[in-house]
């Protein structure tokens, strides 16, 4: 094989032209009818017994051509981006394949180019650090969700309010006829979780236990498309009314629920847990805004099987993800409301900063010379091999040393820049000037004013009162097979960090059960 021509285009993009002698062509040419003669039948031939020539001469020449160049191609592009000293990424793109006369073969092709990217100043990289303060309010409701998990329940003589936990009977008509899946027995609903449509469980305020009540409600626009935007009337008869008690929050209330003996240290430790993750979460965020700002300075164009690529990884991680769930990714994009294209247009922003940092953290890590130890590779193949469960002799025969001694030179590159790093305060929003404050202040007191009056009411004796804090707990199973047939529907979002999708996925249905 030899190379006659490599023409770089745009700094991304190169042309090769390669040129397969005749005798190493007739070589794969001879491969391919050894591969392929026991599936040609000749008569007079029993199968696989018919020479080439005979072969060749009743079905064209060219009968080997296409098997015969999909075997040497690899080979082909292989040699000629070695032989040329590129460093290029995705997989070739052949432009042009000629067959001489004498059986040599002339293949033209193009290949993406690595990025070579320059780096400067990656010393003293600025970037913002949220301050990792905790509001004292932060720690009251910590308190006040552990006070709230060890509540006891206790059934209540009295009409049910908001936060109980009802039991209740109910069946739903539209038009006067009870719709399928509309009617529950002993379902347990807490009041104010809003887990049925809007108004159902408003209506059941005030309700006394053995009390019945019809319920006049509409199907949101946005409920199952048979029910959307009916009226509906439902039939519900409570049954029982529980209510919480709260623990005392005093000394004994620590000693229950933690290792400290008085609220106050309780509270204390609290508060340092709560600042020791706020810190972390600063941390990473100052971490991510760095690298951010590093990738920024890229100027580079990107190939599109560089971020490809990584797109690629990330869908099939979250496919692996999703099945050790028990859910398909197709499911789980469909519940998105999206496809894989779209799945995939989604996380390109990302993808593309991403492979921008690593481009920049290469560079850095070549021009401070970060090679890694023969002990900090095995430790790596040690690591690996302890993360995903498998032999470390296995791990090392899947991933090349190359490609680990690549990964490790990145993360000191990227350690390097982070220590180096400044780290700036939140930038402050603007403050309105102070008349024009007044001035809204005023228009707000005013237009409160004007409603008071409209309403019969004097501001003046009216004394401001603050909203009642909101409880909520975990919605319990109905008991029996009841169905939810009200429960509100909301769009489907995506994950968050600290919630495998699955869960989530999990969840919305347990919220949704049609």
Known sequence: MNVTSCEKKENIKAELTVVVTPEEFDKALEESYKKNRAQISVPGF????????????????????DDALDMILPTLCSHGVSESDLRVVGYPQILDIDFGEDKSVTVKYAVELYPEVTVSDYKGVKAEKPEAAVEESAVDSEIASV?????????????????????I???GFIDGVAFEGGKGENYELELG??????????????????????????????YKEDLAGKPVVFKVKLKEV??????????????????????????????????????????????????????????????EAMINDFLDNQVQSMRQQLMSYGMQLEQYMNMMGTNEEGFRQSMRPNA????????????????????????????????????????????????????????????AASKLVIENAVAEAPKEEAEEPEEKKTAKTKTANKSKADDAEA????????????PAAKKTTAKKAPDGDAEKPVAKKTPAKKPATKKTPAKKADEDDAGNDE
């Not at 199968?47 to 064209?60: F, H, S, V």
């Open 242 to 303: 529980k209510e919480k008690i709260l623990p005392e929050l005093d000394d004994e209330f620590a000693k229950d629920v933690s290792e400290y003996d008085t609220l106050e240290d309780y509270k204390n430790s609290i508060r340092e847990n709560l600042k020791t993750t706020k810190e972390a979460e600063a941390q990473k965020a100052f971490e991510d805004a760095v690298l951010t700002a590093l990738s920024d300075t890229v100027e580079n164009e990107v190939p």
């Open 147 to 167: 006070q709230l998990r060890n509540a006891r329940i206790q059934t209540a003589e009295r009409p049910a309010i908001n936060g109980d936990t009802v039991t």
């Open 352 to 411: 593309l900063r991403q492979v921008k940092t690593t481009l920049v953290l290469e560079k850095i890590a070549e021009l401070e010379n970060l090679e890694p130890t023969d002990e900090e590779v095995e430790k790596q193949y040690a690591d690996m091999a302890e993360q995903y469960k498998v032999e470390l002799e296995r791990v090392k025969q899947s991933v090349p040393k190359d490609t680990v001694v690549r990964d490790l030179g990145i993360q």
């Open 46 to 65: 029993r199968k696989g017994k018919a020479p080439r020539k005979l072969i060749e001469n009743m079905y064209g020449a060219n009968v080997f051509y």
């Open 455 to 466: 309403n019969g009411e004097k501001t003046e004796d009216k004394a401001e009162k603050k």
């Open 193 to 222: 979780s809003n887990s049925f449509i809007p108004g159902f469980e408003e209506k059941l305020n005030g309700m006394q236990t053995g009390e019945e009540r019809d319920l006049d409600l509409v199907f949101p626009d946005e």
């Open 169 to 171: 009977d109910f069946e």
